[in-house]
């Protein structure tokens, strides 16, 4: 019985865990490495197991670095089901077909490149296809959360809420084998208890092994009433100079978040009746898989739905989905907010807004979400005065620039401690997952200061007894906190 660390290892991206035993081959996410530090390749190596000998791939949620390489695994002989929440399920058909698209695009580019440069070495392929995606889609199959599955005799699963983005899960197994039970909790990605939309996140009962993510495992996030209140500030500021707010934001999550924050504010009269444009047919489908998952809600979503205040449609919302009307956005002069994505401004329909607005002193780019090193998000939040959207146009930046930290669909260290503390209570042992180095590290030392239990940061590849974790602990060096 073992368990093996194939991604997000001391670092954010690429989440995979595998799970052999008696009974079964399973995984625990199958994610897509993403962000320069990654070489494109890597996404292609090989999965260090045997792929048509696996079972199961129990998903935590829909984020593609958790999701993203499920096509690939059933391009490569899975013949498996794919076990997740219902409304990770219909999310994954939104970002994994687009996922597949955009392979596709990629490819596409590459190849061009490949035959102007005299065709040397084999052409190059997406690393999977839309109809590929398609296909991994008809191997998923939800369980709602807090129901006991047994997948088969001696492995049994269930989800719990992560709160972390719609339908995300913790998942709790258990495994029995030579007489013996062993429970696994694998956190996922957790949210912020604080977060409106969906439910907070749900610690399970304590396991006998716990895999938690670290990402924030370093730093605390400011209060959201905070960021609410900074929100506000900044909307009133541009509106009253009579400019627009342009939003990037990612599709699935933010989009949503956003949405929540202006409704409050037109509903309770505190910004001025502007129109919202939504301008991402992405954002727009995932909010109508929100729509149709109440179950994710918490009660104050819930009351607002049924008293007909639904933060996803109110009369100054202004979804946007042909081109054309995405490009009537441009004719209005008047002061509004307009979302669109993607939410680092490297691709999708947000360019062609800030082509429009980012010469416009009286405008405000509004960054939600963390622009990674390298993105043009990035480069305009780091102060560039000039930036290249499209190839061969330079672009003057004279619009105001603003930055809200506090939209984090991640928990804070304080957070992730006290999900620790009720899960790993008395457990063998720890480990620390998902996060940078620093990051984890840091969440380690908390842990053990906290419950005096062994914690350990895996390295990639590494691997453990699932009887005996603490045998393999002593072997390896350094880390063993
Ligand atoms: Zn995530």
Not at 459 to 467: Q, R, T, Y
Request: with cysteine; charged share 25%.
């Amino acid at each position: 019985m073992r368990l093996q660390f194939l991604g997000a290892a001391r670092q954010v991206t690429g989440s995979m865990y595998h799970l052999d035993t008696p009974a079964s081959q399973f995984l625990v996410d199958c994610g897509f490495y993403q962000g320069q530090d990654h070489p494109r390749g890597q996404n292609r190596r090989d999965f260090g197991f045997d792929v048509a000998e696996l079972d199961w791939v129990l998903l935590t949620h829909a984020h593609i670095d958790h999701s993203g390489l499920l096509p690939r695994l059933a391009t490569m002989g899975f013949r498996g089901e794919v076990i997740t929440t219902p409304a990770t399920a219909d999310l994954c058909e939104l970002m994994l077909l687009d996922s597949a698209h955009l392979q596709e695009e990629d490819a596409a580019f590459d190849l061009k490149k490949w035959r102007k440069h005299g065709r040397r070495g084999p052409p190059p392929l997406p690393l999977y296809t839309v109809a590929d995606a398609r296909n991994c889609l008809r191997s998923f199959r939800s369980v709602p959360y807090n129901r006991t599955k047994e997948l088969a005799r001696g492995l049994s699963v269930r989800f719990r809420d992560a709160g972390h983005i719609l339908g995300a899960a913790s998942i709790e197994v258990w495994i029995t084998a030579a007489g013996r039970e062993r429970k696994l909790v694998f956190s996922g990605d957790l949210g912020s208890s604080a977060r409106p939309i969906i439910r907070d996140p749900q610690p399970p009962e304590p396991g006998d092994i716990v895999v938690t993510e670290s990402t924030y495992g370093d730093r605390l996030h400011a209060p959201v009433e905070q960021t609410t209140a900074q929100f506000e500030q900044i909307l009133k500021r541009t509106l009253t100079r009579g400019g627009q707010v342009i939003i990037p934001a990612f599709a699935v999550g933010r989009t949503q978040a956003v949405l929540y924050e202006l409704a409050n504010f037109l509903r309770e009269g505190r910004i001025p009746q502007i129109p919202v444009f939504v301008d991402s047919p992405m954002a727009i489908d995932a909010t109508d898989i929100f729509r149709r998952h109440p179950e994710c809600f918490d009660e104050e979503m819930n009351e607002l739905m049924r008293s007909g205040k639904s933060p996803f449609s109110f009369p100054q919302l202004k979804i946007c989905r042909s081109r054309e009307a995405s490009i009537e956005i441009n004719d209005f002069a008047d002061p509004c907010v307009i979302i669109s994505a993607s939410g680092m401004c490297t691709g999708g329909r947000i360019r062609h807004h800030l082509r429009h607005h980012l010469r416009r002193r009286k405008d405000t780019l509004l960054f939600v979400g963390y622009q990674a090193a390298g993105t043009l998000g990035r480069r305009i939040l780091d102060g560039a005065r000039h930036v290249t959207i499209f190839p061969g146009e330079t672009h003057k930046v004279r619009c105001q620039v603003e930055m809200l930290t506090g939209f984090s669909a991640h928990a804070d260290r304080t957070e992730l401690l006290t999900w620790v503390e009720a899960v790993g209570d008395g457990a063998e042992v720890i480990f620390c997952t998902h996060g940078e180095e620093q990051a984890a590290l840091a969440l380690a030392e908390g842990i053990r200061e906290r419950l005096g239990v062994p914690v350990y940061v895996p390295e990639i590849l590494d691997s453990f007894d699932l009887l005996e974790p603490r045998a393999g602990l002593s072997a390896q060096d350094g880390s063993v906190l």
